[in-house]
């Protein structure tokens, strides 16, 4: 495995990675909701993004009495944060920002974050219906979060490599997803998970007011609501890079063709979580361990004996 | 022309509205939910969410506090109105609209709002004395936060989303510190035995989603539900009028499916929540009972082939068998919902009202969530019934 499969951008590679996520984010938000502007049978809806901030940015921000405000400001803040950091491992193409040599690790490490800022948001405002959502995040993130790890596991094995940029090499033949169709599933799963998004949208359910978001006005809000479709994004781009094979594609130059497989990957996304129900916070957890953890980890089994065999032959 | 006009004009495409629900206010409601889905605008989930309240029907006169409070609560630029009949719904909103977009209006009002909620303090002194403690506690917050802080009474309780909030959280007694004024939660033994801290949160009476008027009283231990009390605060005025030679049978089947669609809504399964609402808007606009019917029928059909759905609803609030004449005994949340879509779809009643008696018990040990989800699938009585008390062994 060549460490220099992938290269480093130069001191504005961070900049130029936030503002492509930040643009992919916001398609997600806006195929969102020309979905949802198409089914309730009215036209256009593309715009509602915009007017979505545009109405937080002028909202003033309250806060609750005795709120925790560090600990609030810092889980409100953390998921556009930790979606960030999350791109900065990512290979868009030949190019990324940080060619860490444990860029997978990094990965799940900034998902494991992604707990603390949902239960501080919570925790943070000193209300019933906002820790309540807290909690909730915590008991799907324990079902979630080994059928995860054990779905990551998957194509490091297959690679041999922590390192993102050799994992991209690695599925030059064939692609992983190819022959690692349940660690794919599970994967896209807790990157629907981990956003926040339906079937596991509990945590900010109708049923508690809106949950972790209750209490949540203007610029707050507006950061919660740009971290779940940015980690959506990040975890479309990951997809890509672990099983998707990244960049790789005829005529189009690589970074094009990640971008394009990221942005459809979101986009199905979207449209497939709008047509599930959510679940029920204390349903996830029999399934995610009964049925998706042996599944996967007889996938990751099979990768590791496949890739054996594959080299001593 | 500056930025913040331009910031108001986009703002306004798409506002959020806080609906509430008072005396005799369902058909004002379904006009409202109406516009909103036609806009392209947002039903709120709580006060913290909203631009406009929208306050549907009639408020009887000891609930103008709690509506006060569920003001409080919008965090500006905001605006607030009464609709008293679905024919005023467009106007009333309109008018919201015209309040958001002036801009020097909204932000004198703001200026004004900070300025004077110190005096709205003491002009309370009169009141009950724990809402007076309640207060002394916020303008402490307010010295140590800072400005920002100083709209922090309107949420003094945090949960008071329904709007009676003051009755919740006295049980902290004097002699228990109370950051931020608030009382800290009392103890209780849970299902196990252990003490954990027992909240009490009001659920309602105006919480999306809710039957108008209910008051839920919970004890809450974490997120469960281990002592409940059921009262109206209000009662909930008579049927709709919906005139016709057909209109009792078009006010049935406008109810009925107003009750499923807010099951399927809360259960998480907004794509049928949302069709099963467009039934309810054409019935009400006069269409074919016959077409409505149908499209239940398909719904229906739709709604027994959803696992993940039937997964969520099966086996919750459970009615236990052999109880009085009228109830839905041994039926679960997914049969009435079933139940009350065939009869919608048959053109008969529903399995009828259930007595607010019924619900204390039916809810107790169960999760905030699964209470929500039991509460929207009975048809409870509309008739204001004396409160119930229910309370653990």
């Given at each position: 495995m060549t460490p220099g499969a992938v290269q480093q951008l130069p001191v504005w590679g961070p900049l130029a990675a936030l503002a492509a996520l930040a643009v992919v984010a916001l398609s997600g938000a806006m195929v969102n909701d020309v979905?949802?502007?198409?089914?309730?049978?009215?036209?256009?809806?593309?715009?509602?993004?915009?007017?979505?901030?545009?109405?937080?940015?002028?909202?003033?921000?309250?806060?609750?009495?005795?709120?925790?405000?560090?600990?609030?400001?810092?889980?409100?803040?953390?998921?556009?944060?930790?979606?960030?950091?999350?791109?900065?491992?990512?290979?868009?193409?030949?190019?990324?920002?940080?060619?860490?040599?444990?860029?997978?690790?990094?990965?799940?490490?900034?998902?494991?974050?992604?707990?603390?800022?949902?239960?501080?948001?919570?925790?943070?405002?000193?209300?019933?219906f906002p820790l309540v959502g807290g909690y909730r995040f915590l008991a799907l993130a324990l079902a979630y979060e080994l059928p995860l790890m054990f779905a990551l596991t998957a194509p490091a094995v297959a690679a041999g490599s922590l390192r993102m940029g050799d994992i991209v090499a690695a599925q030059e033949g064939l692609w992983f997803v190819v022959w690692m169709p349940v660690a794919f599933v599970v994967f896209l799963a807790a990157v629907l998970a981990f956003s926040l998004q339906r079937p596991f949208t509990a945590p900010m359910a109708a049923d508690i007011a809106g949950g972790v978001t209750a209490e949540l006005s203007g610029v707050d809000r507006f950061l919660v609501?740009?971290?779940?479709?940015?980690?959506?994004?990040?975890?479309?781009?990951?997809?890509?890079?672990?099983?998707?094979?990244?960049?790789?594609?005829?005529?189009?130059?690589?970074?094009?063709?990640?971008?394009?497989k990221t942005v459809v990957l979101l986009w199905l996304l979207v449209a497939l979580r709008r047509r599930?129900?959510?679940?029920?916070?204390?349903?996830?957890?029999?399934?995610?361990?009964?049925?998706?953890?042996p599944l996967v980890l007889l996938q990751v089994l099979i990768v590791a004996v496949v890739t054996i065999n594959g080299r001593s032959s | 022309m500056g930025l913040r006009n331009v910031l108001a004009r986009i703002a306004v495409t798409r506002c959020h509205v806080f609906v509430a629900e008072g005396y005799a206010g369902a058909g004002s409601r379904m006009a409202v939910e109406r516009l909103l889905a036609d806009n392209g605008w947002v039903q709120a989930l709580s006060p913290g969410d909203a631009d406009i309240l929208c306050i549907c029907g009639e408020v009887p006169e000891?609930?103008?506090?709690?509506?006060?409070r569920l003001w409080d609560q919008l965090p500006g630029p905001r605006s607030r109105t009464v609709v008293t009949g679905p024919e005023h719904a467009g106007r009333a909103l309109d008018g919201c609209v015209a309040e958001l977009l002036d801009v020097d209006g909204q932000m004198r009002l703001e200026a004004e709002r900070t300025a004077t909620e110190p005096k709205e303090d003491d002009k309370q002194d009169d009141g009950d004395s724990r809402m007076n403690m309640d207060h002394e506690g916020m303008d402490h917050g307010k010295k140590d936060d800072g400005a920002e802080d100083s709209h922090a009474d309107m949420d003094h309780e945090g949960m008071d989303h329904g709007g009676m909030s003051h009755e919740g959280m006295d049980h902290g007694g004097m002699e228990m510190p109370m950051p931020g004024g608030i009382g800290l939660a009392g103890e209780g033994k849970d299902r196990d035995g252990l003490d954990l801290d027992a909240l009490k949160?009001?659920?309602?009476?105006?919480?999306?989603?809710?039957?108008?008027?209910?008051?839920?009283?919970?004890?809450?231990?974490?997120?469960?539900?281990?002592?409940?009390?059921?009262?109206?605060?209000?009662?909930?005025?008579?049927?709709?009028?919906?005139?016709?030679?057909?209109g009792t049978e078009r006010a049935a089947l406008v109810r009925q499916s107003d009750l499923v669609s807010r099951l399927l809504a809360l259960a998480g399964a907004a794509r049928e929540a949302a069709k099963v609402r467009g039934v309810r808007d054409a019935a009400l606009d006069g269409a074919a009972l016959d077409e409505c019917r149908r499209s239940l029928a398909a719904s229906g059909t739709r709604l027994r082939r959803n696992w993940l759905l039937r997964r969520t609803l099966q086996g919750i609030g459970r009615i236990p068998q052999g109880g009085a004449a009228g109830e839905p005994g041994g039926t679960d949340a997914w049969d009435r919902l079933l139940a009350l879509l065939d009869a919608t779809v048959a053109g008969t009643a529903g399995a009828g009202a259930v007595p607010l008696g019924l619900l204390p018990d039916l809810v107790r040990g169960l999760e905030l969530s699964v209470v929500r989800l039991v509460v929207a699938s009975l048809d409870l009585s509309p008739q204001p019934a004396p409160a119930v008390e229910g309370r653990a062994r």
């Open positions: 979905l949802a502007a198409r089914f309730s049978g009215r036209r256009g809806g593309g715009f509602a993004p915009i007017a979505e901030a545009a109405r937080l940015l002028r909202q003033r921000r309250r806060s609750t009495v005795a709120a925790d405000e560090l600990l609030r400001r810092v889980g409100v803040a953390g998921l556009t944060v930790a979606s960030a950091l999350k791109v900065a491992v990512l290979p868009v193409g030949a190019w990324v920002v940080s060619d860490l040599a444990v860029g997978l690790v990094w990965f799940n490490a900034m998902d494991v974050l992604v707990w603390a800022f949902v239960w501080l948001a919570g925790w943070g405002q000193n209300s019933v609501l740009t971290g779940r479709y940015s980690l959506l994004s990040a975890g479309a781009g990951f997809a890509v890079a672990l099983f998707l094979g990244g960049g790789s594609g005829p005529l189009l130059p690589d970074w094009l063709w990640f971008l394009g599930i129900p959510q679940l029920r916070p204390e349903q996830l957890m029999a399934p995610a361990w009964v049925v998706g953890l | 000891d609930q103008t506090d709690a509506v006060e949160v009001p659920l309602g009476p105006y919480l999306p989603f809710w039957p108008a008027g209910l008051v839920l009283h919970c004890e809450l231990q974490g997120d469960i539900v281990f002592a409940a009390r059921a009262e109206y605060a209000f009662g909930r005025g008579e049927e709709l009028p919906i005139g016709g030679p057909s």
